[in-house]
């Protein structure tokens, strides 16, 4: 285990990214204590975050808990919003479809893309996937917070 001195939380070596990945750190408590989350910011500018399952993330039947997977498309789309816009969304409506499970040992990855945004909300879709089998699409609304600057 090594010790992330931004977040103050252990990080297992079991949670080995893929390649271009690097930890999230800029977090909050809800994320930092479910994580560790990684990112990566591809050529064409478009994002990805990612986790690797660990039991930790699980519910009694071994499986990532929906909660959790749910939890991470929120932070996508929260992220879409604000690359989007560079303004700070909250969300207001979360819709998500399971298309398929993740367990221990997968990488755990998606992206969301801002569909329109008009000056008080946002509309957002993502996609998390295992490998390109996609376990989770969701839709989401977010109303845009422009005296609420991100730190």
């Known amino acids: 285990m090594t010790q992330d001195t931004t977040t103050k939380r252990a990080v297992s070596a079991d949670a080995n990214p893929p390649e271009g990945f690097e930890e999230s750190t800029n977090r909050g408590p809800f994320t930092t204590h479910n994580g560790p989350f990684f990112h990566r910011i591809n050529d064409d500018g478009s994002f990805l975050h990612g986790f690797r399952a660990a039991n930790q993330h699980c519910n009694g039947m071994g499986i990532v808990h929906g909660g959790l997977v749910t939890a991470f ?14 303004i700070v969304g909250l969300t207001i409506r979360l819709n998500a479809d399971f298309l398929s499970i993740a367990k221990v040992g997968d990488w755990v990855e998606g992206t969301a893309d801002v569909t329109r945004a008009t000056r008080s ?28 600057k991100k730190k």
């Open 73 to 86: 498309a929120d932070g996508l789309m929260g992220t879409a919003v604000w690359r989007a816009t560079q």
């Open 121 to 148: 909300v946002a509309f957002v879709d993502a996609n998390v996937y295992v490998s390109s089998r996609p376990i989770l699409h969701a839709t989401g609304v977010f109303k845009l917070m422009p005296r609420h």
